[in-house]
């Protein structure tokens, strides 16, 4: 493992996670974050501490593979979704699970979020699909998760909050922001009738246009 590479993933956790607490996706000490050191360790949230008391040092290095981990604090209970996720997608780098409100209001009536927002498909994939209630932390609600996360940058998980990846942390912060969006828009939307779904043609060439050529390349 590259020590140096795992000390600037535990500050861009550390930064990132204090970033989603102000920015009301979470609340208490819900929700974790991670980025992936390299094929075999990550970094991830410590269980149940304060956002605002946390430090760089107290992002946890865990084993991909084993789920063992480094130091003193324990890492979070959904580890091993985490870990699920990066052994099964090579191309995630970070994930964001939070409980934010929107989207923890359609997971908790057990919905799907259709493609109804160009951002989302853009940089979520597509449709928002919902991974089956599970209890958190176990190797059933992993084997959901990344069953709803096929060829998705986002999904739901029923009861309980939303989950984004990205090729970047920074990439899954924002999905969990748009993520959080759509979830609003689409509630907004069945006061009014519904919202109009984009084609799936659309959805391919957004998202390819996403992945592939957005911002500055």
Not at 67 to 92: F, T
Not at 181 to 192: D, E, G, L, P, R
Not at 198 to 214: A, R
Request: include cysteine; charge should be negative; hydrophobic fraction near 40%.
């Amino acid at each position: 493992m590259n020590r140096e590479k795992a000390k600037l993933m535990q500050i861009d956790v550390c930064s990132t996670a204090q970033s989603m607490y102000h920015s009301g996706l979470v609340a208490g000490t819900w929700g974790n974050i991670s980025a992936r050191i390299d094929e075999d360790y990550m970094v991830i949230t410590p269980s149940g501490m304060n956002y605002d008391s946390l430090c760089p040092e107290d992002m946890v290095v865990v084993d991909l593979n084993t789920l063992e981990y480094e130091g003193n604090l324990k890492p979070s209970i959904e580890a091993i979704v985490h870990s699920a996720i990066y052994k099964d997608r090579p191309e995630v780098n970070g994930i964001m699970h939070t409980h934010s409100t929107y989207a923890l209001t359609v997971a908790a009536a057990r919905k799907t979020i259709p493609p109804i927002c160009d951002d989302q498909v853009q940089i979520l994939g597509g449709e928002v699909r919902l991974a089956a209630y599970t209890m958190p932390g176990t190797k059933k609600m992993a084997d959901e998760v990344v069953k709803a996360l096929k060829e998705r940058a986002g999904a739901l998980i029923a009861n309980h909050g939303a989950i984004t990846v990205g090729r970047t942390l920074a990439e899954a912060y924002t999905g969990s922001q748009v993520l959080e969006k759509t979830a609003m828009v689409y509630i907004n939307c069945q006061s009014i009738g519904g919202g109009v779904e984009i084609s799936q043609e659309d959805i391919k060439f957004f998202h390819d246009f996403f992945m592939n050529k957005y911002g500055q390349r």
